[in-house]
């Protein structure tokens, strides 16, 4: 199994500019979670998906974020405008009712808002 | 919601020496308590897990226990290594339908002195 992937693994971009994260979740869970982590705010849940439908996006910071699931096998999660605020390490994890729920991690994407 | 505290916020130890990491949490609703490792640059991993039905889990050298009426759990890590040297989260779960939506503890910095 070859995990959670995300891509990129970092990204620079100027202020202003569209970012999109992506993440492909481990084949056969239908859970997905994007977090954000910073020093200042520690792991923050943004939104996750079950089945691939939003279940709770109450920790999306504001409008210049969004994300989607199109698939069982993909999501994105994109800022637009992107502020140098946003800067941080984004997570995707996926987990599985057959597994007990256990939320695996992808290696996160490190993002650079100049 | 949910809010999980988290304490300390950094534990130095000798090697051999056992560590302590406490986390409370205020929705007695939760049911679902996992503890992650999360070394240098890298993504946050499972250690070790305790549902609600249980007062205390052991897997080698670490344990967790769980005390529902005071809303709080321990992480007990004996006989540290060095290679325990990482960022360790506590988080809580109460997510509605049984979804495994986690709140997580702000970190336990520990370093392991040879």
């Known amino acids: 199994d070859a995990g959670v992937i995300q891509s990129p693994r970092h990204e620079v971009t100027e202020m202003g500019q569209e970012v999109t994260l992506r993440c492909k979740p481990i084949s056969g869970h239908n859970s997905l979670f994007w977090y954000r982590q910073t020093m200042m705010r520690g792991l923050e849940l943004l939104i996750y998906f079950n089945n691939n439908v939003p279940i709770d996006d109450s920790g999306m910071p504001e409008d210049r974020f969004s994300a989607k699931m199109p698939n069982a096998s993909f999501s994105t999660l994109k800022i637009q405008p992107s502020e140098p605020r946003d800067s941080a390490v984004y997570f995707c994890?996926?987990?599985?009712?057959?597994?007990?729920?256990?939320?695996?991690f992808g290696p996160g994407t490190r993002l650079t808002v100049t | 919601g949910e809010n999980v505290e988290q304490h300390p916020s950094t534990l130095s130890v000798q090697e051999g020496d056992s560590a302590v990491i406490k986390c409370t949490y205020s929705?007695?609703?939760?049911?679902?308590f996992p503890w992650y490792k999360q070394e240098l640059g890298k993504r946050p991993q499972l250690i070790i897990d305790?549902?609600?039905?249980?007062g205390e889990k052991k897997d080698q050298r670490i344990a967790v226990t769980l005390n529902k009426t005071a809303k709080h759990f321990s992480l007990h890590i004996t006989e540290t290594q060095p290679e325990d040297s990482a960022v360790y989260f506590c988080?809580?779960?109460?997510?509605?339908?049984?979804?495994?939506?986690?709140?997580f503890g702000a970190g336990t910095r520990l370093a392991v002195h040879p």
């Open positions: 988080a809580a779960s109460n997510g509605p339908g049984g979804y495994n939506k986690l709140i």
């Open positions: 994890a996926s987990s599985s009712r057959d597994r007990g729920y256990e939320q695996y």
């Open positions: 305790i549902r609600s039905n249980v």
């Open positions: 929705d007695s609703a939760s049911n679902y």
